[in-house]
């Protein structure tokens, strides 16, 4: 069984065995009965195969915002419609898929082209123009956005019209671009097993490739532990069977994640975070939304609501997903008991190891305002710094839910030395609050 999933109160509660001095002070507020959970780190363990889920969806143009506050994003994917940005985002380490579809227009823009399965001529030269524009161009061709039935604001119309849309752009991206372009589809709005199912079934017996396999992630579907479970069941049902094999899918991208009601909640972006890595996406994308004042934080250069318009100070979507990029590539093992905590542990930022955890109400329906958070460091040893050490250095700073405001900077919670035995330290984060994102940086203790 693995620790992460969830325990009654009662057995967490054998986990919380006292330990003086290790609380958040003197100033902690009263808990509420029952909100427990253990938080259990191995930094000699770590996990092979993580791929980094920093990725943004539109967000800049023009140079703004400035690089300095793009660069500690670490981004990895980047899903974008302005060739312009091509340079730039490659640049910066990112794969870039090419939002073909945006050029085109959609219902919401009253079909400013006609329906492409209307006007299949007219669409193959189309998509023949912005191959020849594009030729040389390091992109992912991202067909057609949420073409799935949910509503009219992309696609008004069937699955068949769809399918027979994309074959039609993969023939001319074929002809054009030659058998190195990587084209994507279906981008999704939502899981939908039975439509990824019937989109590899026509595409196997239309002789037609789906180099990479891509829907959205955006809270549909809950808990969010689901996200894992979706990824482990395509991988296994399409992309590892035989069956599938001359589609020649290469990763599963999930190319918009995180939903509206969760944007600006540090603890759940985490949340988000870990089921993708747990369920192994090769890559991911940052959805964006709607903002006060009839703004979209798709277009005006806020990299999908992560600053504030207009000046571009750090929200706290900002200062989680720099936290995440930061540990991507040393990930090790962690587990929680409880589904409204999520963890995530790496062996080596800057020098120190780190460990982020937040608890949230994302996953489920009950969730108090605070929780005690117990965690276990396990095999410190394996770490440069502490491999004789008979203590270590852990600083614990917050990151609260701030909604739309900016939040400047972190905000400190406490450092302290903890004693290390037999290669374990533990500690306690009492009072922690309801949505946001903590950071434990582990160091050598002076």
């Known amino acids: 069984m693995r620790l992460r999933r969830f325990l009654s109160p009662a057995a967490a ?53 400035p690089d300095s506050l793009i660069a500690p994003l670490q981004p990895r994917l980047w899903r974008d419609r302005y060739l312009s940005n091509v340079p730039m985002i490659t640049g910066m380490g990112a794969r870039y898929h090419f939002l073909l579809s945006d050029h085109w227009g959609y219902p919401m823009d009253g079909w400013p082209r006609g329906r492409p399965f209307q006007d299949p001529a007219g669409w193959e030269r189309f998509v023949r123009d912005m191959a020849v524009q594009a030729r040389g161009m390091p992109l992912i061709w991202d067909v057609w956005n949420e073409p799935d039935p949910h509503g009219p ?38 899981y939908d097993e039975g439509f990824l199912k019937r989109f590899a079934d026509f595409c196997l017996a239309n002789r037609c490739e789906v180099n990479v396999l891509t829907w959205h992630e955006m809270g549909v579907h809950r808990p969010l532990s689901v996200i894992e479970e979706h990824l482990r069941t395509i991988r296994r049902d399409i992309v590892q069977n035989r069956k599938y094999a001359p589609l020649k899918i290469r990763e599963i991208h999930i190319n918009e994640v995180v939903g509206p009601q969760e944007t600006q909640n540090p603890a759940a972006i ?73 963890s995530l542990a790496s062996r080596s930022v800057d020098g120190r190891a780190q460990l982020l955890v937040g608890y949230s109400s994302v996953s489920v329906a009950e969730a108090p305002q605070r929780a005690s958070l117990s965690l276990r460091l396990e095999r410190l040893g394996a770490l440069p710094f502490a491999a004789s050490a008979g203590r270590v250095r852990v600083s614990v700073s917050r990151v609260p839910n701030g909604g739309l405001d900016a939040v400047p900077a972190p905000i400190p919670v406490f450092t302290r030395d ?13 009072g922690a609050e309801r949505d946001a994102l903590y950071r434990v940086l582990v160091e050598a203790a002076p």
């Open 13 to 65: 509660s054998l986990l919380l065995l006292p330990a003086p001095g290790c609380d958040g002070g003197p100033s902690s507020p009263e808990l509420e009965p029952g909100v427990f959970a253990a938080v259990s780190v191995d930094f000699g363990a770590p996990v092979a195969g993580v791929r980094s889920m920093s990725g943004l969806l539109l967000g800049t143009r023009d140079g703004s915002p």
């Open 153 to 190: 604001t992309f696609w008004d119309a069937s699955e068949a019209e769809f399918f027979q849309t994309y074959l039609r752009a993969y023939r001319v991206l074929r002809e054009v671009l030659g058998p190195e372009a990587v084209v994507a589809g279906p981008s999704i709005a939502k």
């Open 270 to 342: 985490l949340s988000y975070l870990r089921y993708l890595e747990l369920g192994g996406a090769d890559a991911a994308a940052r959805a964006c939304w709607g903002e006060p004042g009839n703004q979209s934080s798709c277009e005006n250069n806020t990299l999908g609501g992560l600053l504030t318009p207009g000046d571009f100070r750090r929200r706290a979507s900002w200062w989680a997903n720099a936290w995440y990029a930061a540990g991507a590539d040393s990930r090790v093992k962690s587990e929680v008991t409880d589904e409204r905590v999520a």
């Open 418 to 430: 903890l004693e290390v035995t037999d290669g374990k330290a533990r500690l306690v984060i009492e």
